[in-house]
């Protein structure tokens, strides 16, 4: 018999699962998270955040809790595209933003944010089994003192890119690989004297390389120091033949590669200071994407919905928004207001952003590859950058904003994030991420009068209501709880009450009675 039934069962304690659970938590579900690992990892995977995301953290409260400068978040003055450098100084719309946050870090962080809000961490638990019958999901989970059953409403795979649970439903996981790729990462020591002005490397027999990505001519070198004392270095190679998959990866197999690409040494030391340092190979490069994120009552975030290269950093900021959008939603489902058809929303609204992150991240890669053809293709990449359209196109791009949610209204703000504003409220000057902290709706009514918090009461249970003063236009904005805007008024008027009303029953279901 099953040991006990609960609504949510989450498997993977990685980010995004935490993230997920954490959601769910502020809406009053408190899931069961599941991870075979017996603690958080430490090994070095991801390096920071970039793009929305580091807004979306700031929605939450936790921006300065993970490290934020004071203040709200400023977007990056440049970035780089397959190491092609781009400035943002001409965007007036930059939605560049970035944050150096170890992966290590944000998981135990996102752990005690869950354990602080009652969410069950199971370390040490493997989910082993699954079924799904009358709207029900069925877990075989093993465990430190042995196997035991779960039964849940929902199951949600944040497993990663090999998700068990992805497989064991039937999900097609289609794509490409480059099977030729071969990238070798350490964290390392190198002499004092190497190191350059602005952050690079001056190699003897070789020249300046900057910090960051380097396409060569036989490969691409990166070099980064994102923690002080600790620098990165990882090489790229095309068309080579595999190591054995066994085959444990050292400082000498990075040297030799380093040299190959280089075309000289690299006076390459083992790293100082307390670990744990990378020391990693990945054999080839997959780009796939899950057919579907939903199967019944099972769903997909993060890498078990897709993986890709991780050059431009897209994955936390592609994962960590899977999980704020599907969370309120699953949240609604189960308090019992959501309206029909919400959850397939989360499929139709985060599948076309995946698709955009799937080819930026292929096209990345492809312009890191030797040949004089991708050469001569860099050459006019970098031409076309130097227009201030083009820049502001890949800068949307790579901050997954470029994507606009069908939210049935016509307003150039409807579907996109709410943009940063500062409003005077009774409490006096406040931002708007401040008001979305606790990961509920929000109506913010910068009228004078009462008619849209009029059109709203009936949803007072699930929706803040919040009057202020502020920018001249728009009059209101309807902001859900992942910080997207999902109806806009520039004047009131019983039109767009109208409109309010039907896109609070679109939403977030129909009002409560009297």
Request: hydrophobic share 40%; glycine share 12%; charged share 20%.
């Amino acid at each position: 018999m099953p040991e006990i039934s609960v609504d949510v069962v989450v498997s993977g304690a990685g980010p995004n699962g935490l993230m997920l659970a954490c959601e769910l938590a502020l809406a009053g579900v408190r899931p069961i998270v599941l991870d075979k690992l017996t603690e958080p990892s430490a090994e070095p995977k991801a390096n920071g955040l970039v793009g929305q995301v580091i807004r979306l953290l700031d929605m939450r409260g936790l921006y300065h809790e993970f490290g934020g400068a004071p203040g709200a978040p400023q977007p990056i003055p440049g970035y780089g595209f397959s190491g092609i450098p781009m400035s943002f100084a001409t965007l007036q719309d930059n939605p560049m933003y970035a944050m150096l946050l170890p992966q290590p870090r944000l998981v135990r962080l996102l752990e005690k944010r869950a354990l602080g809000l009652g969410v069950d961490i199971r370390w040490g638990h493997e989910l082993t089994e699954l079924t799904q019958q009358d709207g029900r999901v069925t877990v075989g989970v093993a465990g430190p003192e042995g196997h035991y059953e779960l039964t849940t409403a929902f199951l949600i795979g944040a497993d990663g890119g090999k998700s068990f649970v992805r497989k064991c439903t039937g999900i097609d996981f289609p794509g490409t690989t480059f099977a030729t790729t071969l990238t070798r990462m350490a964290h390392v020591s190198l002499p004092a004297e190497l190191r350059s002005a602005d952050g690079g490397l001056e190699v003897p027999g070789f020249g300046r390389l900057p910090a960051g990505h380097n396409r060569l001519e036989r490969g691409g070198f990166v070099f980064a120091e994102l923690d002080p004392g600790r620098p990165l270095i990882a090489t790229m190679e095309f068309d080579t033949e595999p190591v054995q998959e066994n085959t444990p990866m050292t400082l000498d197999e990075l040297r030799a590669s380093a040299r190959r690409v280089l075309g000289v040494d690299l006076p390459i030391q083992p790293p100082t200071g307390a670990g744990p340092h990378a020391l990693r190979r990945m054999d080839g490069q997959n780009t796939r994407q899950a057919d579907r994120y939903r199967d019944g009552n099972v769903f997909l975030v993060g890498d078990s919905a897709h993986v890709h290269s991780a050059m431009g950093g897209p994955g936390l900021n592609l994962g960590l928004q899977d999980a704020a959008n599907l969370g309120w939603k699953l949240a609604g489902h189960i308090n019992g207001w959501a309206p029909s058809g919400l959850l397939d929303s989360y499929q139709t609204e985060r599948y076309p952003v995946g698709e955009r992150v799937m080819m930026q991240s292929l096209a990345q890669t492809t312009l890191m590859a030797p040949g004089p053809e991708v050469t001569a293709l860099r050459t006019l990449l970098g031409e076309l950058l130097e227009s201030p359209d083009n820049i502001a196109h890949l800068a949307h791009l790579l901050a997954g904003s470029d994507v606009r949610y069908d939210v049935g209204d016509s307003h150039h703000l409807a579907g996109r994030m709410v943009p940063e504003l500062v409003i005077e409220t009774s409490h006096g000057s406040r931002r708007v991420a401040d008001l979305l902290h606790k990961a509920r709706p929000v109506l913010l009514d910068l009228t004078a009068g009462t008619e849209f918090a009029d059109a709203a009461h009936g949803w007072t249970d699930r929706v803040d209501i919040v009057a202020a003063t502020g920018p001249d236009a728009p009059s209101a904005l309807l902001i859900r709880p992942d910080g997207y805007v999902a109806w806009v008024a520039n004047e009131s008027g019983r039109g767009n009450a109208d409109r309010l009303r039907d896109a609070l029953i679109r939403w977030f279901g129909s009002p409560r009675h009297p």
